[in-house]
């Protein structure tokens, strides 16, 4: 039982490179949410898909797309990367359905030059 | 987005004591939780808080969820070196948006 797993978990980008986050769960939870950490900052969430076949923004969506391929996998792509898109991005997992203790992968740290 | 303020925003503590930390958020939430953050990882659940009043142990861990639903406390007994991180706090009304404090983080002096 892997929990959430995410690649890469490392990353360099050139400004206006895209690439695609990928994250996937084996707990067959019904909600997956994508943040960013920025230093100093708690996380911010950018989407989030509560059951599969949906998708919505966060707090933070511009310059970010998301993909929940299935029930498993949640995909967060940026097009067009920006030097402000620096930052360390988590996926998470909840079962849902008034369960809301939140499981996290270990982040991808996206560097932005 | 809603702001949820955490305090301290440091602390450094001797091997065996007792901490205390706290977050107040602007707006009420059903659901209070608390995190711990190790450098280079995912923050990683301690305690999830649903009744307001509610007091929750996990371990040394003790969680309160206030009477008002703004407020959540974390409390840790006799700390100990492994203790060390960044703990977080989120609250929740749906749980779809989840809203994080800004984290307090722990020193632990052997």
Redesign the interface.
């Known amino acids: 039982n892997a929990g ?1 797993t995410q690649t890469p978990k490392f990353q360099v980008l050139k400004t206006g490179q895209s690439m695609t986050l990928q994250c996937a769960q084996d707990m067959n939870h019904n ?1 997956m ?1 994508w943040y960013r950490q920025d230093p ?6 950018i989407y ?1 898909s ?1 059951s599969e076949g949906t998708t ?1 923004k ?2 933070v969506p511009n310059g970010y797309n998301v993909s929940r391929l299935n029930k498993r996998e949640f995909s967060l792509r940026l097009e067009s990367a920006a030097p402000s898109q620096t930052s360390v991005y ?1 996926c ?1 997992s ?1 079962l ?1 359905r ?10 991808t740290r996206l560097t932005v030059t | ?1 809603q702001q ?1 303020n955490q305090s301290p925003q440091s602390m450094f503590i001797q091997e065996g004591e007792d901490v205390s930390m706290n977050c107040t958020s602007s707006s009420i939430f059903n ?1 209070w ?1 608390w ?1 711990k953050q190790d450098p ?6 301690l305690i ?1 808080l ?1 009744k307001a009043g509610e007091l929750t142990s996990n371990g040394r861990l003790t969680a309160q969820f206030g009477i008002t639903r703004k407020d959540s406390f974390l409390n840790i007994s006799a700390s100990i070196p492994s203790d060390v991180g960044i703990y ?1 706090c ?1 609250g ?1 009304n749906t ?9 307090t983080s722990l020193t632990v002096i052997p």
């Open positions: 959430v909600s949410y100093g900052m708690g996380l911010r969430l989030y509560a919505d966060g707090e988590f998470a909840t849902g008034l369960s809301y203790e939140q499981y996290f992968g270990p982040g | 987005g949820l659901t939780l995190y280079g990882e995912g923050p990683v659940l999830a649903y977080f989120a929740t749980g779809n948006q989840f809203y994080f404090g800004t984290g």
